[in-house]
């Protein structure tokens, strides 16, 4: 979840926000369903008519992980990631015991079949919600979660660049990590390309101001690449300025495939190869 208010009111017919359906099945690798202006069966629909068939849906702090788990546990096409996100870990801090009884808990959540990630997680230096410091308490926790569950790391980075990297060589990251709605530069994709990352873009590259995420999925390895919505958040172009679902990845593929030079079809087969790498078969 990157912030900012997605317009209120329903989303609009898949077929004007996402276009022409996929050649190929793909999937969202990350959105918040519990967010969105429709129904999940209906995202879910929208989605399936232009070819994304299952999506991970993202917890922030208790109520919506305890939320993402209970809808993945009860839909063959949703998993769900768990975590409290770095903006909350102010509200969800307390005392020690408070602290230590939410990491329980998320751990336990973690620990179900269908949660395969815990996050998102991160640091967040742009909005000022949670002391820093106390973001970086809760994020070496949380990767200590993800390596004790066997779960992929799913990271909140937002002008935190250098912390987050720091952080992960410092605890040992988990075997598979993931970075949401990646924002840095091509000098930063290439580094984490290198530690074996997967970078995952959302509709903001799609954005006429955004040629540095461009360059970032251009230094990108085509199998270190995945796409999302971050639904309702970060509606791609041409459909900007309408709440996001999870259909609408569908244009950030198209646009990461034109960025690779690569047929729609084949980019739809990595990605899905990748989030089956690093989140499990369905």
Known sequence: MTGGSPLPGAPLPA????????????????????????????????????????????????????????????????????????????????????????????????????VRAVGETGLDYYR??????????????????????????MIHDREAHEDVLRILEEEGPPERVVFHCFSGDADMAKRCAAAGYVLSFAGNLTFKNAQPLRDAAAATPPDALLAETDAPFLTPVPARGQPNSPAMVARTLRCLAGIKQLPVEDMCALVTATGERLFGPW
């Open 15 to 114: 077929d004007e926000l996402a276009g022409d359906p996929l050649p190929a099945e793909a999937f969202d690798s990350h959105c918040h369903l519990d967010l969105l202006g429709a129904s999940v069966p209906d995202a879910m629909a929208q989605a399936r008519a232009v070819g994304i068939t299952r999506v991970i849906t993202v917890g922030v702090d208790l109520e919506t992980s305890r939320w993402s788990a209970a809808c993945a546990a009860g839909r063959p096409d949703v998993y769900a990631a768990v975590a409290i996100h770095p903006n909350d870990t102010g509200a969800a801090a307390g005392s020690v015991a408070e602290k230590e009884a939410v990491l329980e808990e998320i751990a336990a959540l973690a620990s179900q079949p269908r």
């Open 128 to 153: 000022d919600h949670a002391d820093p410091a106390g973001q970086r308490d809760w994020f070496r926790a949380h990767i200590a979660v993800a390596k004790q569950a066997g779960k992929a790391l």
